[in-house]
T-cell receptor, first 117, second 114 residues
Framework: GAVVSQHPSRVICKSGTSVKIECRSL??????MFWYRQFPKQSLMLMAT?????????EQGVEKDKFLINHASLTLSTLTVTSAHPEDSSFYIC?????????????FGEGSWLTVV | AQSVTQLDSQVPVFEEAPVELRCNYS??????LFWYVQYPNQGLQLLLK??????LVKGINGFEAEFNKSQTSFHLRKPSVHISDTAEYFC????????????FGSGTRLSIRP
């Protein structure tokens, strides 16, 4: 089946530094990718919708200058957490819409744990 | 806009017992409905989805769900659960547009007792 790969799966960074998380669709083209954040024992909160070749659409309350999203190709989107702080520590999950599949077929990555120390 | 309500935050059941996880949605337009499962420290896996047609949808791992438009529900069921079904289950909804985002419910933690 379709696979979405996230890298890194776990990352620890120092407060004030930036960290990049990649999301790749391995065997399909994804015109749209979504980035979610999940706190422990909570649901997924949509952060932004990323469309290939255009600017991302951020959800209300999400700082676009802090969470930079780039969707440069049909198989890759990146999330960069800039000037990270401990409160940014979370589980980040991306998903990608399969443009060739029926309905709203979306596949999720395995997630990336970010710990800011 | 759409929203999803999962009424039960936790559902404990004994192994081999049946289970139903409840999900209700609200939307002013026609929707797609989904159930995802999340095992500890992992991403989400699609269990099943309703796009159109038959209201009874069968998914992986023996799960099924029934779309009930009049009650705006999409409850997930399994006739006999296993220890390996212990996980978090999320109901989700999107409208039928080509650029629609998926909105998730708060999740239901299914814990199986031996």
């Amino acid at each position: 089946g379709a696979v979405v790969s996230q890298h890194p799966s776990r990352v620890i960074c120092k407060s004030g530094t930036s960290v990049k998380i990649e999301c790749r669709s391995l065997d399909f083209q994804a015109t749209t990718m979504f980035w979610y954040r999940q706190f422990p024992k909570q649901s997924l909160m949509l952060m932004a919708t990323s469309n290939e070749g255009s600017k991302a659409t951020y959800e209300q309350g999400v700082e676009k200058d802090k969470f930079l999203i780039n969707h440069a190709s049909l198989t890759l989107s990146t999330l960069t957490v800039t000037s990270a702080h401990p409160e940014d520590s979370s589980f980040y999950i991306c998903s990608a819409r399969d443009r060739g599949a029926a309905g709203n077929t979306i596949y999720f990555g395995e997630g990336s744990w970010l710990t800011v120390v | 806009a759409q929203s999803v309500t999962q009424l039960d935050s936790q559902v404990p059941v004994f192994e081999e017992a049946p289970v139903e996880l409840r999900c209700n949605y609200s939307s002013s337009v026609s929707v797609y409905l989904f159930w995802y499962v999340q095992y500890p420290n992992q991403g989400l896996q699609l269990l099943l989805k309703y796009l159109s047609g038959s209201t009874l949808v069968k998914g992986i791992n023996g799960f099924e769900a029934e779309f009930n438009k009049s009650q705006t529900s999409f409850h997930l069921r399994k006739p006999s659960v296993h220890i390996s079904d212990t996980a978090e289950y999320f109901c989700a909804v999107s409208d039928r547009g080509s650029a629609s985002k998926i909105i998730f419910g708060s999740g239901t933690r299914l814990s199986i007792r031996p």
